[in-house]
Structures are given as structure tokens and as C-alpha cells.
């Protein structure tokens, strides 16, 4: 049977057109708390670990949990959102992330903290893929579609990097469980924006079934997979405890791979989706900018924190030209890609992003932050607002309507999965030179700062690799379309 769409509103102004610069501002504020949340609680960490008492190896968990279980979701997260309503979708989604921001803000111990972060994760995963779809959908002129884009990569970008600004002073100033607490009035106004001005749409064919073998297949997989590269940290890459569910987690998604060819009658991910060129190199770029970026906030707040002895304060302000750099940056994208194509423009934003991870590559226990680092995060920056807004263009560009939520849910979950992936890896590479410096030798302070500073200049070196790599696939984006 053939699906088709019906669009159905929940109040009287049914009849009048959408308010664009509305649903704008909505679908960019809720796509502002879900990245916020990922970059606010890495300043408040040694706060979080010494109130709740968390143990050296368990403190990343308040991290992870967040990210593992945004990005395992994702994709179930935007197909539910095609087959039963993304207002309705939607809201639930919202109502969610508050409730588990207030159960956060006000836990007692660990465990409690880790599981509202993995719920917040999973709300996230719900939300971050719905506000794409929607800009999608409501904003057919291509015109408006890439202005809507261009700012809603903007606020997806400086997200982290004023999360970073917002947990120093939340922290600084009240306590870190303001950093959770925050997200309460904000869930509230978003939740009344979406009721207000978000119209319903699904997609109605031979049935709303999900395929469950497959989401069940593919989450738990990206869940496997992210824990194991997170245990070769403490535990090393030949451990049996990282070599596990590493081997687990790829064998599940192998089996996804399976199920969604031969088993799924309405499979969650449609493989023919990455016939599309336009669709495969912007998960690539959005897989190697995530992995830039959240190396970059981890290990420059480390290094801020441990080398060059930034209150949490001082180190959120640190990343405000960050910030302002990302906003910039994506409010040119979108022209550039009217102009010269999602190639160009890709080729440029990850050129910046590697350009400015090498830059820091050069830091040492002496660097300050206007001689060493200024530079190259304003740069990184720069690259990431391009990059952001192009990828989340090219990453819909072609695709068929009812497949939208499909589109944006998978560019966010390898834009996430990236970011995990890539941060576990370099910090098994920053931890293996920081050991090595330090083996065998009477660790004075001046020698654990010169070995941090030199881990954390070679996981930068390591993470501009990576980032060259989102180069070379954004080559494989279209170019400039033919008047």
C-alpha cells in the first residue's frame, strides 16, 4: 500500500499557514537544550565527584550515560517520530528531558545521577531528530530551508560550546545542580512553544508497526559497542573487558544489517537510503566533526583544569569566542551552499575543524590562552559552523518526505556516535602518553603538568587525523546544483 501523509492540527488555526519564524525559534531552542546538555556538566565534573562521591573510573559515566544512550536511539527516536506524530512525538520527548533534568538536579547519589542522564539521552534522542524533520517539512521553499538550517546548525554548534560558559557560572555561582535545574523552565517554555505553533504530521500506510527486532538490534549494538571502546581507557585494548562487547556490539549490528535486508517488512532504517551520495558523505562528515568537537571540549577542559589551573568559571569563559565563532560560521553556510555547493562548502568547514585541531596540537605546560589558544579554537570553530549547517543540509537533501525523521535521526546518531567513539579513542591515546611520561619517574608537579599538556597535544594531533578524514568524504557531496 502506498503511504501517504495526513496533517492534522490540534486547534482552531488549522486553516492559517504556519508561522515560520515561530516554528524556527522553537525547533532551534529544543535543538539548543539537547546540545547544551551534552558540553554543560564537563566543567562541574570535580564538583559532581566530590558531592556524590563517584570514583575516578565511574565519574565519566556522567557523560557517557547522556551521550551512549542519544546516540543508541536516535534513529528509533526519528522513525517514531514519521509514524505516530512529531508534535506529539514531540512533547512527550520534552516532558521527559525535564522530568529526568529534575530527578538529576536533585539525586542524593551516583546511580541515581547516571540514570537520569541516560533517560535525559534517551528523551534527547527523540527530540534532536523531530526538530530536523519538522524544519524539514515546514519549510519547503529551498531558500527559507536553508536559512532555517543555516541557524538551526548555528545554535546546534554554540549549544556546547555555551554549555561549557553556562556550567562555570551555574556552577561557580549556585551548585551543579543547577546545571540539571536549568533545564526545567526551559523544557516548560519549549513545551508550550511546540503546543502553540507545531502542527501534527504523520504518515499513514499499511500500518504504524516499528520494527522492533531492528531498533532492539541497533541500540543495543551502538550501546555495546561505545561501553567497550569507553573500558579501553582504564582497561586497555587487549583486555577482556574491552575486546567483549566490542565483539559483541559489532556482532549486533551486523545483525541489524541483516534484519533490515532480509527480515524487517518495514524495516527502521531503509538500506536504499544510502544510495544516496548526498546522504552518505554528510554522516561521514557529521561522524569525524563529532568526533572534533567533543574531543576538543573534553581535553581543552582538561587541560585547562589540570595544566593551567582554570577555575570552572574561567574555563566556561574560555570557550565564549568559541561560541561566537560557531554562530557566525553557520549563519555563511548556508549561502556558501546555495553558491558553491554542499561540496565546497563541506571541504572548507572540515579543512578549518583539522587546520584548528593541529594548531593545538602545539600547546605545552606553558601556554596561555591568547597566545596559544585563542586562535585555533576561533578557527575550529569556524569550521564546525560551516560543517554543522552544511552536513544537516546535504544529510536531507533529496530524501522523500516520509523519510525525513529518518534522515535527521540518522545524521544526529553518527554525528553522536562519532563524538563517543572518537573521545574514547583519544583518550586511550592521551592516557598511553601521559603513563609513559610518567612511568618510572618521581612525579613532581611540573613533570605531571608537562605530561598532561603533552597527552592532550597529541590526542588534538590525533583528532585533526580524523577530522582529515571528514575531508576526504566530503568530496563525495554534491556540488554546485546546475541553474
Avoid at 533545564?183 to 500500518?207: C, K, M
Amino acid at each position: 500500500m502506498t503511504a501517504h501523509v495526513t496533517e492534522t492540527v490540534g486547534t482552531p488555526r488549522s486553516s492559517a499557514p504556519p508561522r515560520l519564524g515561530l516554528v524556527l525559534a522553537v525547533c532551534c531552542l529544543a535543538q539548543f537544550l539537547v546540545t547544551l546538555s551534552v558540553a554543560v556538566v564537563n566543567v562541574a565534573l570535580p564538583a559532581i565527584q566530590s558531592s556524590l562521591h563517584f570514583s575516578a573510573s565511574s565519574l565519566q559515566w556522567v557523560v557517557n550515560a547522556y551521550t551512549i544512550t542519544f546516540a543508541g536511539f536516535l534513529l528509533l527516536g526519528g522513525r517514531i517520530a514519521d509514524l505516530f506524530g512529531r508534535r506529539r512525538v514531540f512533547l512527550t520527548g520534552i516532558v521527559l528531558f525535564t522530568l529526568a533534568s529534575l530527578v538529576g538536579g536533585i539525586s542524593q547519589n551516583a546511580g541515581t545521577l547516571v540514570t537520569a542522564r541516560a533517560v535525559q539521552g534517551l528523551a534527547a534522542a527523540v527530540i534532536a531528530p523531530t526538530t530536523l524533520a519538522v524544519l524539514g517539512t515546514t519549510f519547503t521553499d529551498p531558500h527559507q530551508r536553508h536559512k532555517a538550517f543555516g541557524a538551526w546548525g548555528a545554535v546546534s554548534g554554540a549549544g556546547g560550546a555555551f554549555g561549557a560558559l553556562a556550567g562555570g557560572v551555574l556552577t561557580d555561582w549556585l551548585s551543579w545542580r543547577w546545571i540539571l535545574f536549568v533545564n526545567i523552565p526551559l523544557g516548560v517554555v519549549l513545551f508550550a512553544g511546540v503546543a502553540w505553533v507545531i502542527t501534527e504530521l504523520r504518515h499513514e500506510g499499511s500500518g504504524k508497526r516499528l520494527d522492533v527486532p531492528g531498533a532492539l538490534a541497533v541500540t543495543a549494538g551502538l550501546v555495546v559497542l561505545v561501553f567497550g571502546i569507553v573500558q579501553s581507557g582504564p582497561h586497555g585494548w587487549d583486555s577482556a573487558r574491552t575486546l567483549v562487547p566490542l565483539v559483541a556490539g559489532l556482532l549486533l549490528l551486523g545483525a541489524f544489517v541483516v534484519i533490515e535486508a532480509r527480515v524487517a517488512a518495514e524495516p527502521l532504517m531503509p538500506l536504499d537510503i544510502f544510495r544516496s551520495r548526498s546522504v552518505t558523505a554528510a554522516n561521514v562528515v557529521a561522524a569525524t566533526s563529532g568526533a572534533a568537537l567533543f574531543s576538543m571540549f573534553y581535553f581543552l577542559t582538561l587541560f585547562l583544569h589540570q595544566v593551567r589551573d582554570y577555575s570552572p568559571l574561567r574555563t566556561g569563559f574560555a570557550y565564549l569566542p568559541l561560541a561566537v565563532s560557531i554562530m557566525v560560521a553557520a549563519q555563511f553556510s548556508a549561502p556558501l551552499v546555495r553558491r558553491v555547493g554542499a561540496r565546497t562548502t563541506l571541504v572548507a568547514g572540515m579543512t578549518l575543524t583539522a587546520g584548528g585541531l593541529l594548531w593545538l596540537a602545539a600547546i605545552d605546560e606553558h601556554a596561555t590562552f591568547a597566545a596559544a589558544l585563542l586562535g585555533p579554537t576561533i578557527v575550529l570553530g569556524a569550521g564546525q559552523g560551516i560543517s554543522m549547517s552544511a552536513s544537516a543540509i546535504a544529510g536531507v537533501a533529496g530524501v522523500p518526505p516520509h523519510q525525513a525523521g529518518l534522515a535527521s535521526g540518522l545524521l544526529n546518531a553518527t554525528r553522536q556516535l562519532g563524538g563517543a567513539l572518537g573521545l574514547a579513542v583519544l583518550a586511550a591515546v592521551a592516557t598511553t602518553r601521559v603513563n609513559g611520561l610518567l612511568d618510572g619517574v618521581r612525579p613532581t608537579a611540573d613533570l605531571v603538568r608537562h605530561a598532561y599538556a603533552s597527552g592532550y597535544a597529541l590526542a588534538f594531533a590525533v583528532g585533526a587525523g580524523i577530522a582529515a578524514v571528514g575531508v576526504v568524504a566530503a568530496f563525495a557531496a554534491p556540488g554546485k546544483p546546475r541553474d
